[in-house]
T-cell receptor, first 111, second 115 residues
Framework: QKEVEQNSGPLSVPEGAIASLNCTYSDRVSQSFFWYRQYSGKSPELIMSIYSNGDKEDGRFTAQLNKASQYVSLLIRDSQPSDSATYLCAVRSGSARQLTFGSGTQLTVLP | NAGVMQNPRHLVRRRGQEARLRCSPMKGHSHVYWYRQLPEEGLKFMVYLQKENIIDESGMPKERFSAEFPKEGPSILRIQQVVRGDSAAYFC?????????????FGPGTRLTVL
């Protein structure tokens, strides 16, 4: 059973702080990793993808991947109230095309 | 550049009726995925299709559920004889593989309520 684990939260950070979201996965042959943001009642929105070890930065978002530790994280710098949402970690393993999702971390950015 | 389109956005059915959910992928995308999100739960993969072919249906319930992606027209997820436990948000995603990368983009979803 391929599993993707996230802390469900809720995680609260003050406006302007760094929010750190973590995700671990069980399948060692996982190759592709994604972070989606989902506002309540809306559909998932892709915000980051990462395929190799290290950091990948896009604006206020940084994804970090460590395949040896089977760990992927998302950092949100200068958090804004509009970042308040559920963040979903998703993993693609091996030759499969579908994504396996974690249960999501609910983030609240307090003004 | 239209995104993934799904309709209807909301669907109400009584137990025993049929539900048909439609998905049109992004322009240029040839892969379609259906996911289900039960209340307070994560997204679960159901089925992966390309035009006229079901590639992977390992996440589909064995009975009452079927999917197709015809040569012309949208992909259809069909649920026969719906039960209350089918109430959920059904999301379609599409992708195209480029340079070894393959990102899935989601439609707005269909929220199915079974009375």
């Amino acid at each position: 059973q391929k599993e993707v684990e996230q802390n469900s939260g809720p995680l609260s950070v003050p406006e302007g702080a760094i929010a750190s979201l973590n995700c671990t996965y069980s399948d060692r042959v996982s190759q592709s990793f994604f972070w989606y943001r989902q506002y309540s009642g809306k559909s998932p929105e892709l915000i980051m993808s990462i395929y190799s070890n290290g950091d990948k930065e896009d604006g206020r978002f940084t994804a970090q991947l460590n395949k040896a530790s089977q760990y992927v994280s998302l950092l949100i710098r200068d958090s804004q109230p509009s970042d308040s949402a559920t963040y979903l970690c998703a993993v693609r393993s091996g030759s499969a095309r579908q994504l396996t999702f974690g249960s999501g971390t609910q983030l609240t950015v307090l003004p | 550049n239209a995104g993934v389109m799904q309709n209807p956005r909301h669907l109400v059915r009584r137990r025993g009726q049929e539900a048909r959910l439609r998905c049109s992928p992004m322009k240029g995308h040839s892969h379609v995925y259906w996911y289900r999100q039960l209340p307070e739960e994560g997204l679960k993969f159901m089925v992966y299709l390309q035009k006229e072919n079901i590639i992977d249906e390992s996440g589909m319930p064995k009975e009452r559920f079927s999917a197709e992606f015809p040569k012309e027209g949208p992909s259809i997820l069909r649920i026969q004889q719906v039960v209350r436990g089918d109430s959920a948000a059904y999301f379609c995603a599409s992708s195209v593989r480029r340079g070894g990368r393959d990102e899935q983009f989601f439609g707005p979803g269909t929220r199915l309520t079974v009375l």
